[in-house]
């Protein structure tokens, strides 16, 4: 990829700020976990698995921003001799202050979106970390929560690397492949899940050609996944979401391959608003329709798609874009931000250990093993 989504500069995290793309090009940088809570909030980063990165590295910013706080002991903070000293000086107070703080930080992540399960799966990983070091000194505790935070963020892309290559044989040379919303290097740390699949597929020598259906009410769409294939050189074409059934009755809809923001144990797939549609279409034309996700999408813990939160988001996203409003004023409107596609709809699961044919229960209990 040219571009990185999110990356570590200056001791801070800069991601795209994609509610502008494509008409401006912009990293915003971030230096808490309540600021980052608020750029997953507001759509700076979105998609599931750059939320889950977003997340570890707002949990290791909230561990250098406590950690830099003065101390007890007078000394400089940041001389190797305070560093070295640190625990003897801090006192209860001040170990329970920086432990309270990190709770409120690992808080304010989790609140800030509910369907994407990689932002709960990032932060236990986290967690997981944080308390095997807890009786260290402030700084070596933060040192370890961002390299951390870096292995997930490098671990992302191995991982889409992988699934890209097993998505790309389930592709014809010549295949056009249907995607919603975007799931590329933009929703991810890099290299794409859904979109993944279609580098790898050019990387191996196919000529594929992308449709790309605008995604409504967020355009994710025609803003982002058409923005990334013409940065690619991929051929794509954009249509809005009401022609997708035209495009595939006239028989211009090789496969559908998209993304997902959490899997349920029964195989039930939640996506972007509308995938359901989608998968429904694809079904009645008998065009495969394949979900590319990493095991960290999967959640083993809820036992169908009926279980999975649904985030309703503002209905100014619905009453027209940015600052230009087409809707009637005082109409009722609906902002559901994603669906559920149940498990007999999905061709298959691509994830980073293959590719998983009509997922069931059984089937995804097997990838764990």
């Keep these: 990829m040219k571009i990185?989504?999110?990356?570590?500069?200056?001791?801070?995290?800069?991601?795209?700020?994609?509610?502008?793309?494509?008409?401006?090009?912009?990293?915003?940088?971030?230096?808490?976990?309540?600021?980052?809570?608020?750029?997953?909030?507001?759509?700076?980063?979105?998609?599931?698995?750059?939320?889950?990165?977003?997340?570890?590295?707002?949990?290791?910013?909230?561990?250098?921003?406590?950690?830099?706080?003065?101390r007890h002991s007078g000394l400089d903070p940041e001389s190797s001799y305070s560093k070295k000293l640190d625990f003897r000086f801090r006192g209860n107070d001040e170990v329970e202050d920086f432990n309270s703080d990190m709770e409120a930080g690992f808080t304010v992540l989790a609140q800030s979106r509910p369907t994407a399960v990689n932002l709960f799966w990032g932060l236990k990983r986290m967690r997981g970390v944080w308390e095997s070091?807890?009786?260290?000194?402030?700084?070596?505790?933060?040192?370890?929560?961002?390299?951390?935070?870096?292995?997930?963020?490098?671990?992302?892309?191995?991982?889409?690397?992988?699934?890209?290559?097993?998505?790309?044989?389930?592709?014809?040379?010549?295949?056009?492949?249907?995607?919603?919303?975007?799931?590329?290097?933009?929703?991810?740390?890099?290299?794409?899940?859904?979109?993944?699949?279609?580098?790898?597929?050019?990387?191996?020598?196919?000529?594929?050609?992308?449709i790309a259906d605008e995604t409504?009410?967020?355009?994710?769409?025609?803003?982002?996944?058409?923005?990334?294939?013409?940065?690619?050189?991929?051929?794509?074409?954009?249509?809005?979401d009401n022609m997708v059934g035209f495009m595939m009755a006239c028989g211009e809809v090789d496969a559908v391959v998209v993304g997902t923001d959490r899997v349920a144990s029964n195989g039930d797939v939640a996506n972007k608003i509308g995938t359901y549609m989608v998968a429904v279409l694809a079904h009645r034309h008998n065009i495969p329709f394949y979900v590319a996700c990493p095991l960290s999408t999967i959640d083993m813990s809820i036992a169908s798609g009926a279980d999975i939160p649904i985030e309703e988001r503002s209905v100014d996203e619905v009453k027209g874009f940015r600052d230009y409003h087409w809707a009637a004023e005082g109409v009722s409107i609906r902002n559901p931000a994603f669906d559920v596609t149940p498990a007999e709809l999905v061709t298959a699961l691509i994830t980073e250990k293959g590719v998983v044919q009509q997922p069931d229960r059984e089937k995804l209990i097997e990838l764990f093993k």
């Excluded at 979105?46 to 561990?63: C, Q, T």
């Excluded at 997930?152 to 010549?174: H, K, P, T, V, W």
């Excluded at 899940?193 to 020598?205: C, H």
């Design 4 to 70: 990185e989504t999110l990356r570590w500069t200056n001791n801070k995290l800069e991601m795209i700020d994609q509610r502008i793309l494509p008409a401006a090009f912009e990293y915003l940088a971030y230096d808490s976990a309540a600021s980052v809570a608020e750029g997953i909030r507001s759509m700076v980063v979105r998609g599931a698995p750059a939320i889950g990165v977003a997340a570890a590295y707002g949990v290791a910013l909230e561990a250098l921003r406590l950690s830099s706080a003065p």
């Design 216 to 240: 409504r009410p967020f355009l994710q769409g025609a803003r982002l996944t058409a923005w990334e294939m013409v940065q690619e050189n991929i051929p794509v074409t954009l249509i809005t």
């Design 133 to 210: 070091v807890k009786g260290q000194n402030n700084s070596a505790v933060a040192e370890r929560l961002l390299a951390e935070a870096h292995e997930i963020l490098a671990e992302d892309i191995r991982i889409n690397r992988a699934m890209g290559a097993f998505g790309a044989e389930l592709l014809a040379d010549g295949a056009r492949v249907l995607t919603h919303c975007n799931a590329g290097a933009l929703a991810t740390a890099g290299w794409g899940t859904a979109l993944g699949v279609f580098r790898s597929a050019v990387e191996a020598g196919k000529k594929i050609s992308v």
